[in-house]
């Protein structure tokens, strides 16, 4: 609201101030909760990681109500960083859906009670054939901290609800608890920006880890010519290729030259279209390697004021990219 608006509107303006601070009470009552859980962890959350890491089928998560919209997205964060994972719905677990769950899986049960009836059923099949069970509970005392191999205690925390009955601070603090587990084993299994891109192949995530070999033209699209290549015929391959510039290759095929649109510029004359490619070509021309990201091609063309670059492994040229290809392909 604008100050005029405040000024002629005083009740709107009193009810502004009273939603903001009902909005930063929430926050920081919350912020309170995750430090306060971020001191409390101790052995339990390694030895949580341990079981976790060591399973060799997924991570089935679970949970009722608001705890299982949590555990959603856990089971989500767990899949994107490396650790195969799946929700499985504690009712429709005991109508068939525990045949989801091998003896190769962990299962990661939330509950705040910790008393979750509809939990039961599939707490019992993980105890009945040897399963991990991990807990992430708001009791201490309770039949999952009981059942569990490792239980993860929510300390106490104001919830931010002023009537103390909505879940609000302690599912934040699973939630946050959630990424942790994830971030750890992350970090335990070594899982690399490769690795990402290969989980994450669209929207922006994946476009930051695509590959200059992702988007470079290669074969007949380069516009390439040997040393002696008249100019005049330099023209036409410039001009047909349509990169603004011509790779000069050797006998060995090494890229030893380009020749841009400055270069012809520098060298304009009445004897330019019989000169020879090599005499015009600016030597050592910037290049990238096939396996950079290509963020960093669009960095490296901006930084030096260039449209396209030769893409060279071993001195030999495998492509040219462009920066609308990179732009095309949403790096940014």
Do not use: W
Not at 93 to 103: C, N, Y
Not at 231 to 254: H, Q, S, Y
């Amino acid at each position: 609201m604008s100050e005029a608006a405040a000024k002629s509107d005083p009740k709107m303006a009193r009810a502004e101030r009273k939603d903001l601070a009902v909005a930063r009470h929430v926050l920081e009552t919350e912020a309170t909760g995750i430090r306060t859980l971020a001191a409390a962890l101790d052995s339990r959350f390694a030895e949580a990681i341990d079981i976790l890491s060591g399973v060799t089928g997924r991570v089935v998560v679970t949970g009722m109500g608001k705890s299982g919209h949590v555990g959603r997205k856990i089971a989500a964060t767990l899949a994107s960083t490396g650790t195969p994972a799946l929700f499985v719905h504690p009712s429709e677990a005991s109508h068939g859906d525990l045949g989801m769950i091998t003896p190769n899986d962990a299962v990661l049960a939330l509950s705040n009670s910790g008393e979750t009836p509809e939990l039961t059923d599939l707490v019992a099949y993980s105890r009945r054939f040897a399963i991990p069970l991990i807990a992430i509970v708001g009791r201490d005392k309770s039949a999952l901290v009981e059942a569990a191999d490792v239980a993860l205690v929510l300390p106490g925390a104001e919830e931010a609800c002023p009537m103390g009955l909505a879940p609000t601070t302690s599912t934040t603090m699973s939630l946050a608890l959630g990424d942790a587990l994830a971030v750890a084993l992350l970090e335990r299994k070594g899982f690399t920006p490769d690795d990402f891109h290969r989980l994450h192949p669209g929207g922006k995530l994946g476009s930051r880890f695509k590959r200059v070999a992702d988007l470079m033209h290669v074969g007949p699209e380069m516009p390439l010519a040997p040393p002696e290549t008249s100019m005049a015929e330099v023209l036409i391959i410039m001009t047909g290729k349509r990169f603004g510039c011509v790779g000069v290759t050797d006998e060995a095929g090494r890229l030893c030259g380009v020749i841009t649109d400055g270069d012809l510029r520098r060298h304009m004359g009445p004897d330019l279209l019989e000169r020879k490619a090599g005499e015009v070509m600016t030597p050592s021309p910037k290049t990238i390697r096939p396996n950079a990201l290509a963020a960093e091609a669009l960095q490296y063309m901006n930084a030096n004021t260039i449209t396209s670059l030769f893409v060279v492994a071993d001195g030999r040229p495998e492509g040219i990219i462009h920066i609308h290809d990179c732009l095309h392909a949403g790096v940014a």
